[in-house]
Protein backbone atom coordinates (compact mmCIF):
# COMPACT_ATOMS: atom_id res chain seq x y z
CA UNK A 1 0.00 0.00 0.00
CA UNK A 2 3.07 2.56 0.95
CA UNK A 3 4.40 1.85 -2.08
CA UNK A 4 0.98 2.56 -4.74
CA UNK A 5 0.43 5.57 -2.58
CA UNK A 6 4.37 6.42 -3.19
CA UNK A 7 3.59 6.07 -6.64
CA UNK A 8 0.57 8.04 -6.59
CA UNK A 9 2.24 10.92 -5.15
CA UNK A 10 5.04 11.37 -7.91
CA UNK A 11 2.38 11.15 -10.73
CA UNK A 12 -0.13 13.90 -9.39
CA UNK A 13 2.99 16.25 -8.39
CA UNK A 14 4.42 15.79 -11.57
CA UNK A 15 3.98 19.36 -13.52
CA UNK A 16 2.78 19.30 -16.95
CA UNK A 17 5.14 20.87 -19.58
CA UNK A 18 3.92 21.97 -22.94
CA UNK A 19 6.51 20.95 -26.04
CA UNK A 20 7.50 24.17 -28.21
CA UNK A 21 4.72 21.56 -30.47
CA UNK A 22 1.93 22.92 -28.16
CA UNK A 23 2.68 26.46 -28.29
CA UNK A 24 1.18 28.74 -30.31
CA UNK A 25 2.89 30.47 -32.54
CA UNK A 26 2.71 34.17 -32.35
CA UNK A 27 3.27 35.19 -35.80
CA UNK A 28 0.42 32.35 -36.97
CA UNK A 29 -1.76 33.92 -34.24
CA UNK A 30 -1.08 37.76 -35.90
CA UNK A 31 -1.77 36.29 -38.97
CA UNK A 32 -4.94 34.86 -37.93
CA UNK A 33 -6.28 38.08 -36.63
CA UNK A 34 -5.73 39.57 -39.86
CA UNK A 35 -7.60 37.23 -41.53
CA UNK A 36 -10.52 37.38 -38.71
CA UNK A 37 -10.74 40.75 -39.83
CA UNK A 38 -10.18 40.93 -43.04
CA UNK A 39 -6.74 42.67 -43.20
CA UNK A 40 -4.70 40.50 -44.44
CA UNK A 41 -2.34 40.33 -46.97
CA UNK A 42 -1.27 37.60 -49.38
CA UNK A 43 1.88 36.53 -46.49
CA UNK A 44 -0.50 36.00 -43.83
CA UNK A 45 -2.37 33.18 -46.24
CA UNK A 46 0.99 31.90 -47.27
CA UNK A 47 2.19 31.30 -43.46
CA UNK A 48 -1.48 29.61 -42.66
CA UNK A 49 -0.93 27.30 -45.69
CA UNK A 50 2.35 26.08 -44.21
CA UNK A 51 0.27 24.34 -41.50
CA UNK A 52 -2.18 22.19 -43.63
CA UNK A 53 -4.61 20.89 -40.60
CA UNK A 54 -4.60 24.75 -39.56
CA UNK A 55 -5.06 26.17 -42.98
CA UNK A 56 -8.40 23.55 -43.68
CA UNK A 57 -9.90 25.13 -40.87
CA UNK A 58 -8.86 28.81 -41.76
CA UNK A 59 -11.50 31.01 -43.71
CA UNK A 60 -10.30 32.74 -46.86
CA UNK A 61 -12.81 35.71 -47.27
CA UNK A 62 -12.00 35.56 -51.51
CA UNK A 63 -13.87 32.15 -51.18
CA UNK A 64 -17.30 33.83 -50.16
CA UNK A 65 -20.16 32.84 -52.26
CA UNK A 66 -23.47 33.63 -52.68
CA UNK A 67 -26.49 30.60 -53.83
CA UNK A 68 -30.54 31.85 -54.38
CA UNK A 69 -33.29 29.67 -54.76
CA UNK A 70 -36.64 30.19 -54.58
CA UNK A 71 -40.63 28.23 -54.96
CA UNK A 72 -41.21 26.98 -57.71
CA UNK A 73 -43.80 29.49 -58.92
CA UNK A 74 -41.01 32.25 -59.17
CA UNK A 75 -38.59 32.95 -61.78
CA UNK A 76 -35.81 34.66 -62.10
CA UNK A 77 -35.94 37.91 -64.29
CA UNK A 78 -33.27 41.21 -64.77
CA UNK A 79 -34.45 42.72 -61.78
CA UNK A 80 -35.21 40.09 -59.18
CA UNK A 81 -38.22 37.72 -59.38
CA UNK A 82 -41.43 37.46 -60.88
CA UNK A 83 -44.64 34.89 -60.78
CA UNK A 84 -43.92 32.16 -63.29
CA UNK A 85 -47.04 32.11 -64.46
CA UNK A 86 -50.88 33.71 -63.86
CA UNK A 87 -51.54 35.11 -60.77
CA UNK A 88 -54.69 33.86 -58.78
CA UNK A 89 -57.32 36.25 -57.87
CA UNK A 90 -56.49 35.51 -54.26
CA UNK A 91 -52.59 36.43 -54.68
CA UNK A 92 -49.30 34.61 -54.59
CA UNK A 93 -47.25 33.11 -51.89
CA UNK A 94 -43.45 32.16 -52.92
CA UNK A 95 -40.47 31.61 -50.46
CA UNK A 96 -36.81 33.06 -51.03
CA UNK A 97 -33.93 31.95 -49.78
CA UNK A 98 -30.18 33.32 -49.71
CA UNK A 99 -27.36 30.35 -48.43
CA UNK A 100 -24.12 31.86 -47.89
CA UNK A 101 -21.00 29.61 -48.19
CA UNK A 102 -17.52 30.24 -46.79
CA UNK A 103 -14.33 28.55 -47.91
CA UNK A 104 -11.04 27.71 -46.10
CA UNK A 105 -7.67 29.09 -47.79
CA UNK A 106 -7.68 24.93 -48.71
CA UNK A 107 -11.13 24.89 -50.45
CA UNK A 108 -13.17 23.40 -47.73
CA UNK A 109 -16.50 24.15 -46.56
CA UNK A 110 -16.27 26.00 -43.35
CA UNK A 111 -19.81 26.96 -42.92
CA UNK A 112 -23.20 26.97 -45.31
CA UNK A 113 -25.49 29.41 -43.67
CA UNK A 114 -29.12 29.75 -45.26
CA UNK A 115 -31.79 32.39 -44.56
CA UNK A 116 -35.35 31.70 -46.13
CA UNK A 117 -38.56 33.67 -45.73
CA UNK A 118 -41.84 33.48 -47.50
CA UNK A 119 -44.88 36.08 -47.95
CA UNK A 120 -48.02 36.51 -49.40
CA UNK A 121 -48.75 39.34 -52.06
CA UNK A 122 -52.15 40.01 -53.69
CA UNK A 123 -51.06 42.87 -56.24
CA UNK A 124 -50.72 45.51 -54.38
CA UNK A 125 -49.45 44.41 -50.98
CA UNK A 126 -47.38 42.20 -49.11
CA UNK A 127 -50.16 41.10 -46.90
CA UNK A 128 -48.63 38.31 -44.77
CA UNK A 129 -45.63 36.96 -44.15
CA UNK A 130 -45.62 33.03 -43.95
CA UNK A 131 -42.78 31.90 -42.77
CA UNK A 132 -39.10 32.99 -41.72
CA UNK A 133 -36.18 30.98 -40.35
CA UNK A 134 -32.25 30.19 -40.57
CA UNK A 135 -29.91 26.93 -40.58
CA UNK A 136 -27.25 25.66 -40.82
CA UNK A 137 -26.34 23.59 -43.92
CA UNK A 138 -22.86 22.91 -42.97
CA UNK A 139 -21.00 23.55 -39.85
CA UNK A 140 -17.23 23.01 -39.22
CA UNK A 141 -16.45 21.32 -36.14
CA UNK A 142 -14.34 24.43 -35.15
CA UNK A 143 -17.57 26.68 -35.68
CA UNK A 144 -20.39 27.82 -32.70
CA UNK A 145 -23.45 28.72 -33.74
CA UNK A 146 -24.28 31.56 -31.37
CA UNK A 147 -26.92 34.25 -31.65
CA UNK A 148 -29.40 35.07 -34.10
CA UNK A 149 -30.67 38.15 -35.07
CA UNK A 150 -34.42 38.46 -36.43
CA UNK A 151 -36.41 40.89 -37.14
CA UNK A 152 -39.24 42.09 -40.04
CA UNK A 153 -40.86 44.87 -41.17
CA UNK A 154 -44.79 45.10 -40.68
CA UNK A 155 -47.86 43.67 -43.21
CA UNK A 156 -49.79 44.63 -45.00
CA UNK A 157 -47.63 47.16 -46.79
CA UNK A 158 -46.33 47.42 -50.52
CA UNK A 159 -42.85 46.33 -49.12
CA UNK A 160 -41.77 44.10 -46.58
CA UNK A 161 -38.41 42.94 -45.68
CA UNK A 162 -36.74 40.03 -43.72
CA UNK A 163 -33.51 40.72 -41.90
CA UNK A 164 -31.35 38.05 -40.38
CA UNK A 165 -27.73 37.89 -38.99
CA UNK A 166 -26.00 34.64 -37.61
CA UNK A 167 -23.71 34.83 -35.07
CA UNK A 168 -20.67 32.25 -35.29
CA UNK A 169 -17.93 32.08 -33.52
CA UNK A 170 -14.92 30.14 -34.17
CA UNK A 171 -12.21 28.33 -31.78
CA UNK A 172 -8.96 26.30 -32.78
CA UNK A 173 -6.69 24.07 -30.79
CA UNK A 174 -3.64 26.14 -29.39
CA UNK A 175 -4.80 29.72 -31.10
CA UNK A 176 -8.43 29.65 -28.82
CA UNK A 177 -11.52 31.25 -30.01
CA UNK A 178 -9.98 33.49 -32.53
CA UNK A 179 -12.87 35.23 -35.23
CA UNK A 180 -16.84 35.53 -34.94
CA UNK A 181 -18.60 35.64 -38.03
CA UNK A 182 -21.91 37.30 -39.09
CA UNK A 183 -23.31 36.09 -42.15
CA UNK A 184 -26.43 37.90 -42.69
CA UNK A 185 -29.10 38.62 -45.35
CA UNK A 186 -32.08 40.96 -46.29
CA UNK A 187 -34.80 39.34 -48.20
CA UNK A 188 -37.58 41.66 -49.40
CA UNK A 189 -41.26 41.23 -51.33
CA UNK A 190 -42.76 43.98 -53.06
CA UNK A 191 -46.76 43.78 -53.45
CA UNK A 192 -46.54 43.48 -57.24
CA UNK A 193 -44.93 39.94 -57.02
CA UNK A 194 -41.55 41.21 -56.76
CA UNK A 195 -38.25 40.26 -55.06
CA UNK A 196 -34.91 41.37 -54.22
CA UNK A 197 -31.92 40.72 -51.49
CA UNK A 198 -28.58 41.87 -50.34
CA UNK A 199 -26.00 39.76 -48.13
CA UNK A 200 -22.60 39.94 -46.60
CA UNK A 201 -20.76 38.51 -44.10
CA UNK A 202 -19.71 40.82 -41.15
Known amino acids: M ?25 AVAAALAKIAANKHSAADIA ?8 ARVVADPSRTTITKTFSPNLVEDGSGLKPAGPV ?7 WVAVTITVE ?5 DLFKWKHRAEACMDGA ?11 MDYADVTIYVRNLESHASPVPAYQA ?9 QCVVK ?18 YYYSWNWGVA
Open 2 to 26: AVAMALLTVFVGAPATASPADKANP
Open 47 to 54: LIKRYPEL
Open 88 to 94: SPNGLCG
Open 104 to 108: TILGF
Open 125 to 135: NVTSWTSRYDQ
Open 161 to 169: FSHMQRHLE
Open 175 to 192: YGCYANWYPWSDITFYGD
